[in-house]
């Protein structure tokens, strides 16, 4: 969440923010905030001032009868008051826990994902693709020309659910019997070949002093709400039956490592010399992905159940950009290992997607059987919005205490990347080459085959 003195003193930034990041405050009264700021602010002076008048009293060697009468008058009102401020901040809090963070100076302003902008492109034939180069090809279409392989192929490429019932390595008929739609079982290499990315994907990480972690998938709601999952995305969270959970808590299965990896430090004060923390975990995950539709749905690209490879980090403010950055970097190098097109996209204003994004990257892999681009990973600034929530805190050298930033990243996001492969090393015969880098983990698999 922001800070609420910086919302009451930018109060008409916040209101623009709002408007274009395409969020809806006025439910929850958000224009009301400046004047219940000022009447909590009115209300605690006054409780401090009764305070300090009791504190007087009870100093006092020899109480007369007019004082004891004050001091139980005094108490009478704090209490009062007390139970006034409880309800307003009630209030307070529950604006500031929907006004959205921030967006960055350099975020594109737009509505929707037609205005994201595209940052850079990268294809085996054309090597990267700047900036200038993308603004001189035009949107969306820019990496075309890059892919004759790819454009002479369109009339024979399968997707990745016809190849994956070929080749038997996914199974939705079955899965659908067992658990409903959107469901899926992986078979023999398939598995396999998610296996060979986590590896790939752990010496690189490893190499670079993150930190393996294996997190709880169920969380508290202070998890949630700490990432900011909760309240805008709620409805995309699955909560688990508490009649049978100790304390009789509430609990939510994770829709990714993000919430219980930053919850790591919740109620926390870190050392300055613990930073950058650099750590990734593999999990599932699961969404109820309410208000997908069409193609979106078929096969593994949108599903309830899916594994992730997420990558965070909580770092001094000044250098969250320069982690973002970091992240996309590691991102570029495992497609361009893979020899996976793609493209980054600079998230426009309106398409930010969760609160505590500042600043958004999406990375998507060019599909020739669609003749479009998938979203792959994202990479999010939060600067402070999530370490306010879960009250993270680092002790700098001088001694004082400031709020850290943080950075996650979709490292992989397993059943989506296995789609790019399947799609990108398809074959006429519906086979699927293995990526050479993953050759060293495939226990001797170079192709998939049909049974």
């Known amino acids: 969440m922001l800070d609420p003195n910086y919302v009451f003193e930018n109060f008409d930034l916040i209101l623009n923010n709002c408007q274009r990041r395409q969020i809806n405050i006025n439910s929850v009264g958000v224009e009301n905030f400046p004047k219940i700021y000022q009447e ?124 994956g019932k070929i080749l038997n390595i996914i199974d939705l008929e079955q899965s659908a019997k067992v658990s409903g739609t959107r469901f899926s079982y992986l078979r023999g290499a398939l598995v396999l070949m998610q296996n060979a990315l986590h590896q790939l994907m752990i010496e690189r990480l490893l190499s670079e002093n993150f930190i393996p972690m294996i997190p709880p998938l169920l969380v508290k709601d202070k998890a949630l709400f700490g990432s900011s999952h909760f309240p805008g995305d709620k409805d995309q969270v699955y909560a688990i039956k508490n009649d049978n959970i100790e304390d009789n808590n509430q609990l939510y299965l994770v829709g990714s490592a993000e919430p219980s990896l930053f919850s790591y430090f919740q109620d926390k004060i870190i050392d300055q010399t613990q930073l950058p923390f650099k750590a990734f975990a593999l999990t599932t995950c699961f969404r109820s992905e309410v208000g997908s539709w069409g193609k979106d749905v078929r096969g593994l690209k949108r599903v309830h159940q899916f594994d992730k490879l997420e990558m965070n980090a909580v770092v001094l403010p000044e250098k969250s950009n320069e982690m973002m950055e970091y992240f996309l970097s590691i991102n570029e190098w495992l497609l361009q290992s893979l020899k996976i097109p793609y493209r980054v996209l600079s998230m ?87 990526p050479k880098v993953l050759h060293k983990y495939m226990f001797g698999i170079k192709e998939i085959k049909r049974e």
């Not at 090597?127 to 392989?149: E, R, T, Y």
């Not at 999010?380 to 680092?394: F, G, H, P």
């Not at 790019?420 to 080459?433: L, R």
Request: charged letters at 30%; glycine letters at 4%.
């Open 40 to 163: 909590r602010k009115k209300i605690i002076q006054q409780i401090e001032n009764l305070r300090n008048t009791r504190n007087s009293l009870s100093k006092k060697t020899n109480h007369s009868e007019n004082d004891i009468i004050e001091a139980r008058k005094i108490k009478t009102e704090i209490q009062n008051l007390e139970q006034k401020l409880k309800n307003i901040e009630k209030k307070y809090y529950e604006i500031l826990s929907w006004i959205p963070n921030v967006a960055s100076k350099d975020t594109p302003i737009g509505k929707n994902s037609e205005d994201n902008v595209e940052y850079k492109a990268w294809s085996e034939q054309a090597g990267i693709l700047s900036k200038q180069a993308i603004n001189k090809a035009g949107k969306v279409q820019f990496l075309m020309p890059a892919f004759p392989k790819f454009l002479n192929q369109l009339s024979e490429a399968r997707d990745h659910v016809e190849i």
């Open 348 to 434: 426009c204003t309106g398409d930010l997607g969760y609160y505590a994004a500042s600043k958004k990257y999406d990375v998507e892999a060019w599909l020739p059987s669609q003749q479009e681009f998938m979203e792959l990973m994202s990479d999010t600034n939060t600067t402070d919005y999530q370490a306010r929530r879960l009250n993270i805190k680092v002790k700098l050298e001088n001694g004082s205490k400031i709020i850290p930033h943080t950075v996650n990243d979709t490292g992989i996001a397993m059943g989506r990347m296995l789609i790019a492969i399947i799609d990108n090393y398809q074959k006429s015969d519906g086979s699927v080459e293995i």
